[in-house]
């Protein structure tokens, strides 16, 4: 399974942009991009997903490498209520849904 | 609200006992996964069923064991239980085996004294 390589601690200022990274340099070519955070002790929660193009849904964007060896989650406004754990995921490429989490970053918003 | 429930929230047993939980997924949903979270573990991937069979193993102890039910609920049993085993216990449901997003429920607080 390729291992991804998280900072430890990130900070933001409410309404600016988030932008955390991954390095995921030992990605296949089958394997997609997942990231999840996880709000103090409540269940994970999917954001986001991809495996060679850039993705944007409602609450952010997904900026992966031309050669995807590594990505870039972006929370474009980003508001106290983001403060969480961010985990980026490499999903195996198995016939399974399984989810590997690293340590992730510690994101906090400051007023 | 995720759509995904777990019950009980909270747990607190004594060594040696067993405990079973409950996960029910979203509806429409045929994959279950489960997940535990201590503090020095992390989140570690458990097993996952989909549609009834099992589908995939991670690092579950041979004293636990799980299964999904024909309504596609799932219990996860832990038996002869020791303090290590408190964590939180989270189960989590996606529509099938293939890649898609997991929506986790809000978890069991398992605490053995």
């Known amino acids: 399974d390729a291992k991804t390589t998280q900072p430890t601690s990130m900070d933001c200022a409410e309404g600016r942009a988030a932008n955390l990274p991954c390095n995921h340099s030992?990605?296949?070519?089958?394997?997609?991009v997942y990231w999840y955070r996880q709000i103090h002790s409540q269940g994970p929660q999917y954001i986001i997903h991809?495996?060679?193009n850039n993705e944007t849904n409602e609450m952010a964007s997904l900026i992966i490498t031309e050669d995807r060896k590594s990505s870039t989650l972006i929370l474009p406004h980003a508001t106290l209520r983001d403060t969480a754990v961010y985990y980026c995921?490499?999903?195996?490429?198995?016939?399974?849904?399984?989810?590997?989490f690293g340590t992730g970053t510690r994101l906090q918003v400051f007023p | 609200d995720s759509g995904v429930t777990q019950t009980p929230k909270h747990l607190i047993t004594a060594t040696g006992q067993r405990v079973t939980l409950r996960c029910s997924p979203r509806?429409?949903?045929?994959?279950v996964y489960w997940y535990q979270q201590s503090l020095d573990q992390g989140l570690q991937f458990l097993i996952q069923?989909?549609?009834?069979?099992?589908?995939a193993k991670g690092n579950i102890l041979e004293r636990f064991s799980a299964q999904q039910f024909p309504d596609l609920h799932s219990e996860l049993n832990l038996s002869s239980l020791e303090l290590g085993d408190s964590a939180l216990y989270f189960c989590?449901?996606?529509?099938?085996?293939?890649?898609?997003?997991?929506?986790f429920g809000p978890g069991t607080r398992l605490t053995v004294t």
């Open positions: 509806s429409g949903d045929l994959s």
């Open positions: 989590a449901s996606s529509v099938g085996p293939e890649p898609r997003e997991q929506y």
């Open positions: 991809g495996l060679k």
């Open positions: 069923y989909y549609n009834g069979e099992e589908r």
């Open positions: 030992t990605i296949s070519g089958n394997e997609y």
């Open positions: 995921i490499v999903r195996p490429p198995r016939y399974t849904d399984k989810l590997i």
